[in-house]
DNA sequence: TAGTCGTGGGC
DNA sequence: TGCCCAAGACT
C-alpha cells in the first residue's frame, strides 16, 4: 500500500516545527497595534466587574456578539449582582435566558452563582481551580474571565482562536483532532505582559478579519507571518471532516383545552434537551403510525388523560444541532382522568394570556403565535 | 472520545 | 432553500 499523503504523524511533527519558527514578539506586538485602532467596542469592554464579565462569556458560548448584545443588556438590568442571580428562582432566570439558546448555560449560571455566595462569600473567585469548579466554565471560558477581569496570564482557545491559529500555522488536520497541541500553540502565543489585550485581541482578528469565510487577509497584521496565506489556502483551513446531513423526527403535539379554556403545558425534565423550559405535550410518531394515534398515546402516557383530537393546528419545521423536527400540532380537548406528570417536572393548566410568564423553546412559541392569531381571528 | 445541547446570521 | 457557523461545556 503506497500512500498519497505522509502518515498524520509526520505530518504533525512538520507542523510543529513549523509554527515553533514564527516570530512570536513581532506576532505580539503586530496585533496589539492593530487592536489599539481596529478592536471593536462592545458593552463589556473595559468592564472590571468579574459578574459582568462572567455573563458576557457565557452567553457569548456558540452565540455571535450581535445575539449577545440585548441580552447581556437586560440580564444585568435584572440582575445585576452575583446575589441577585442566586436569589431568583429557576423559572425566572430561564425566562431571562429564553430565546438564547443552549439553557444549561442559564441552568448552570444560576447554580453557579448560588455556590459564589456559598462558598466565596459572594466574590467571584480569582484562582484558576476554583473558577473552573464552577459549573458551566471550562478552560477557555475561565481563561477569557481571568484574563479580561485580572489580566492573569491565561490563554484561550475559542473558535476563533481555533481559526486563527490553524491558518496562521496551516495545521494540516481539522482542529478537533488535535486540541492538546492547538492549546500548546495559545499558550506560546499569548503576551505574557499584555494578557487582556491580547486575547481580546486576537478574538477580534477572527470575528471581523480572519473569517470562516472570505477572510479579508488584506487588513490583517499576520498577514506576513501566515502559513495560509503564503500557500493562498487561506479558504481551505481550518479543515473540517464532512457532516451526515440531520435525521428528522416527526412529532404529534397536543394543544389541550379544557371547559374554562385554559391550555395544558407542561415543564421538561431538568436535564436533557431544553431541561427546565414548558411545553406542549406530544411526542414521536412511530413508524406506521397516525398523527392522530400518536398524540392520543403520548398523551395518555405522558399525562394519563383521554383526549379528543379537534383540527390541525399548525405544522412547523425546526432544525437543532443534531436533527430536525416536524411538529404536527393539533387542537384538542379534555376528555377525563386526573392529569398527571408522568414524564415532566410539573403540569398546568393556564389562560392564554399568562403564557408569557413561562419560558418556552423557539419552537413553542410559533404555536403559541398561532393561539393568538386564531383567538384575534375569532373575536 | 464522540455525542449532546439552541438559535439566528449569512450566504 | 439548506447549510455552515458562532467567545464551548459536559458526559
Known sequence: MSRATPPLKTELAAWQVQWQQLDWPQLRRSLLNWYQHQGRSLPWRGETDPYKIWISEIMLQQTQVKTVIPYYQRW?????TVQSLAQADQQTVLKAWEGLGYYARGRNLH???????QQHQGEFPRQLEQVLALPGIGRTTAGGILSAAFNQP???LDGNVKRVLARL???PVPPKQVIKMLWAVSEALLDPQQPHDFNQAIMDLGATVCLPKQPTCLLCPWQQACYA???HRQNQLPMRTPSAPLPVKKIGVAVIRNAAGQILID???EEGLLGGLWEFPGGKIEPGETVEACIEREIREELDIAIAIDEHLITIDHAYTHFKVNLQVYLCTYGSGEPKPLESQEIRWVDLDQIDEFPFPKANQQIIQALRDRAAANR
Open 169 to 171: 500555522t496551516a495545521l
Open 76 to 80: 444585568l438590568e435584572q440582575f445585576p
Open 267 to 269: 415543564r421538561r425534565l
Open 111 to 117: 447554580k453557579a452563582a448560588q455556590q459564589i455566595c
Open 154 to 156: 491565561l490563554a484561550i
Open 229 to 231: 496565506y503564503a500557500d
